[in-house]
């Protein structure tokens, strides 16, 4: 079975989201999901608290398959109460930051704190692009660096990336940081690349779901030339371990 790290429902299309991630639970061997909220790149307060709040509703109508992740935008100085709210009142197991600030901003910085504090990890998207790269998108760069003041985060950088190639060999030293492999897997050897700088220990299966598919990430895994030990730990015993909530 699988515990997938990442899947989303956008702003606008709540219920189709969920009824996609549902059945793709159910035609395919999808143990868990872990789900945030993602709508405008720089979300008010009230479009914050209206993700948090549907990802919450999603949680208690599949209470066995769906954790949530808290949606933020570290600029609003309501952000460290709403991530309060969202693990300590709705039971979410993990923080999930976009592109409203670099994860190695200041902004970020209390609410790593306090993620450190409930044991709970972050989920941090990164994209290393050669065109169309957005003024406040992380890289792997911005990752390490957020590792290495904080060495008792749990650290999960989305996507391998954007481009494992260029990306992983900047997190590889910092052992608190792993990758998920969410609508990433599109070029043959990718998961190799993955495997060799990070070890099949520090890569967590995820597929971004109902942005990208299922299969692509399953797919790749399935056509790996990996021992069945390492399939597991990709599917789902380093999400066990980094995720202690699913």
């Known amino acids: 079975m699988i515990v997938d790290c990442h899947a989303h429902l956008w702003d606008g299309r709540f219920a189709d989201n969920k009824r996609e991630i549902v059945t793709a639970c159910q035609r395919y061997p ?48 309501g952000s460290l109460s709403q991530l309060r709210a969202c693990v300590e009142d709705r039971g979410m197991v993990g923080l999930k930051l976009w592109v409203a600030t670099l994860c190695d901003d200041p902004l970020v910085f ?28 992380t890289q792997a760069i911005h990752v390490a660096g957020l590792a290495a003041r904080y060495p008792e985060a749990r650290l999960i950088m989305a996507h391998l990336g954007g481009n494992c190639q260029h ?26 690349c993955a495997i060799r700088w990070l070890g099949s220990e520090r890569v967590l299966f995820g597929s971004d779901m109902p942005g990208a598919s ?8 399935e056509d790996a030339a990996l021992a069945e030990t390492d399939k597991a730990l990709i599917y789902r015993e380093n999400a066990r371990r980094v995720i202690p909530g699913v």
């Open 30 to 77: 999808i143990e868990r999901v872990c789900v945030s909220g993602l709508g405008s790149y720089t979300p008010d307060s009230d479009e914050i608290e209206r993700l948090n709040r549907e990802v919450a509703r999603f949680m208690a109508e599949e209470p066995d398959l769906i954790r949530g992740f808290c949606s933020l935008n570290p600029r609003h100085p």
């Open 110 to 137: 209390p609410l790593v704190e306090q993620c450190i504090r409930y044991d709970i990890p972050l989920l941090l998207h990164a994209w290393h692009k050669s065109v169309g790269q957005l003024p406040f998108e």
């Open 214 to 221: 299922f299969l692509v990430s399953w797919g790749q895994v």
């Open 167 to 192: 990306e992983l060999k900047v997190i590889a030293p910092h052992d608190n940081v792993c990758a998920d492999v969410s609508g990433s897997l599109f070029r043959n050897g990718d998961l190799d």
